[in-house]
């Protein structure tokens, strides 16, 4: 008897041994997107089609769905974002949907970003609940999410499988936390010239021209640079002064000329002849 299990023990132990990696028929997909100051990265398992007919048979109208297949599909947000007219805090969180044949689905958003799956899952751990219009698109075989509609501000999370498109918009609070980001780097004090240049750039693509001359002079009078000049002279430009912007951007071209920086001043002279041409 010692020796058949033995015998059986030592199989068992041959068997882990040669035990390999296989692929799983609905594999982990990542995507994230920095989206203003805001990293945002959701984890989820991605199913394919086959062949199947997927919304009304396989993915239920009216059920709860874990918004791809095996662990539930995980978001993770960097700072807090609004969603649904409702913020949401900085963190981990699962998502959820409830598909509707009309069109009009509903997105979740649970506070409990450990789920396996649905087992667990606990209504009252939502934290938004918003409807979504999913729309016609173009074939796609294997269940996808990402980003679409991006702009300084705002995204939309973008789920596509078989030929349906759901986006669901979302906002960030890119100006907020510029605005803390540069007051902090102020009260540090290092290297107040970029510190102040680097604003500078950033209200000047806000179209927020006032102040990003002010800080344009700012960084000029900490340290007379080819770089901060030639700023300020892209900021006149926007804001319709192009008698000031060539009569800095010249002033500009002097200062890089000096610091012999060839491939600064070769470009500030393009941009000096083409605003003198206009």
Do not use: C
């Not at 913020?87 to 959820?96: A, F, P, T």
């Not at 667990?120 to 999410?145: C, P, Q």
């Not at 540069?182 to 004090?189: D, F, M, P, S, V």
Request: overall charge positive; charged content about 25%.
């Amino acid at each position: 008897m010692k020796k058949i299990i033995t015998t059986v023990f030592a199989g068992l132990l041959a068997f882990a041994g040669t035990a390999q990696e296989l692929p799983v028929p609905s594999p982990l997909g990542e995507v994230g997107q920095k989206v203003g100051l805001t990293e945002v990265e959701i984890e989820y398992s991605r199913p394919s089609a086959k062949g199947r007919t997927i919304f009304g048979e396989l993915v239920k109208y009216g059920e709860m769905w874990r918004l791809g297949a095996n662990m539930a599909t995980k978001l993770e947000i960097s700072t807090p974002v609004t969603i649904g007219g409702k913020e949401l805090e900085k963190g981990e969180y699962s998502m959820q949907a409830i598909p509707a044949e009309s069109g009009d689905w509903t997105i979740i958003i649970n506070s409990d970003a450990g789920l396996r799956g649905l087992s667990g899952y606990d209504e009252k751990k939502d934290v938004v609940r918003l409807t979504a219009k999913a729309i016609d698109n173009s074939y796609t075989e294997t269940f996808t999410i990402g980003f679409d509609k991006l702009t300084a501000n705002s995204a939309v999370i973008a789920i596509q499988w078989e030929k349906l498109k759901v986006e669901v918009p979302f906002k960030v609070k890119t100006e907020e936390i510029a605005k803390a980001n540069i007051a902090a780097a102020i009260k540090e004090g290092k290297e107040l010239d970029k510190v102040y240049a680097s604003a500078a750039s950033y209200f000047s693509d806000m179209n927020d021209y006032k102040t990003a001359l002010m800080y344009a002079d700012k960084s000029l009078g900490v340290k007379k640079t080819h770089q901060a000049m030639f700023t300020k002279a892209t900021i006149l430009k926007a804001n319709g002064d192009m008698k000031g912007a060539i009569k800095t951007g010249k002033e500009a071209l002097e200062l890089a000329n000096k610091a012999e920086s060839i491939g600064w001043a070769n470009y500030i002279k393009g941009n000096i002849k083409a605003w003198e041409s206009k």
